[in-house]
């Protein structure tokens, strides 16, 4: 549980971490179905992955399921965040696969730390998490992994991305306002129990890019099919394979 008065990590979003699951699914318009999507992206064969900023562990946990074979590396710098998926994952068998790894993907991105993550994934998958990077960073993390990958292998991040028009963004605001309704409450009721975020490491409050600047980003990093397999309300699959 987190003490209500302090700040939080940004990513956590939360004051409470027990409020996650509740409240990421009534803030963002089909997380369910974005996860299953990225998650299917990735190859069933699969022997070693690697989730960044996993969170509470639905993208790990859906990866687990959907890899019989995996073993999952899952890093996020939030203690709190990774005990939650830690407990999640604790009366499951599938806890045997699975390692938590508390650490910045922006300081892995940045050479500062040893061999602890890892290398030679099968995939990399991310979702809601590395927006919070400067797009500077960004590019960085996306050489970082690209290089991280076995032969083929393929990286997929879900996030939100900076709309081509201020239109667009007011449109998706006003359509994201109504899902949560909706879901049987409000954006202010649930704005309410999110946390005050003060930086940490190397993310801050959003740092958006557009669809098109990832894409490139990517292309730079030395993937050699880039996609977007999803796109919905503001939110997008984008990746690829090296
Ligand atoms: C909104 S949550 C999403 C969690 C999960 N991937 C999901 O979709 O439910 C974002 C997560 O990214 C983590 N995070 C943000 N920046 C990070 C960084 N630089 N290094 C490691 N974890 C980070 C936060 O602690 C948080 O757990």
């Excluded at 999507?37 to 959907?66: F, M, Q, W, Y």
């Excluded at 709190?80 to 300081?107: C, H, N, P, V, Y």
């Excluded at 999110?194 to 490491?201: A, F």
Aim: glycine share 8%; charged share 20%; aromatic share 8%.
């Amino acid at each position: 549980m987190t003490d209500m008065a302090a700040t939080i990590y940004p990513g956590e979003v939360f004051a409470d971490t027990q409020l996650f699951d509740t409240g990421i699914r009534q803030l963002v318009p089909h997380y369910d179905l974005m996860l299953d999507t990225l998650v299917a992206c990735i190859s069933p064969n699969s022997r070693r992955l690697l989730d960044l900023g996993c969170g509470t562990g639905e993208l790990s946990l859906r990866l687990l399921k959907h890899c019989p074979n995996a073993r999952v590396v899952s890093v996020d710098y939030s203690p709190r965040m990774i005990e939650m998926a830690k407990s999640k994952l604790e009366t499951t068998q599938l806890s045997e696969r699975i390692t938590f790894i508390q650490a910045d993907f922006g300081a892995w991105a940045n050479g500062e730390m040893g061999g602890e993550i890892g290398t030679n994934f099968d995939g990399c998958v991310s979702s809601l998490a590395i927006h919070h990077l400067s797009d500077e960073m960004k590019q960085q993390l996306f050489t970082c992994i690209g290089q991280n990958l076995s032969n083929g292998g393929c990286f997929w991040n879900a996030d939100p991305i900076l709309q081509e028009s201020p239109q667009l963004q007011e449109i998706y605001l006003t359509l994201r306002e109504q899902w949560t309704i909706n879901q049987g409450t409000t954006q202010q009721e649930v704005r309410s129990s999110i946390g005050n975020s003060e930086p940490q490491g190397y993310s801050t409050q959003d740092r958006l890019a557009t669809l098109e600047t990832h894409l490139r980003m990517l292309s730079s990093a030395g993937f050699k099919t880039v996609a977007n397999p999803w796109r919905f309300w503001g939110l997008a699959i984008f990746g690829g394979w090296v």
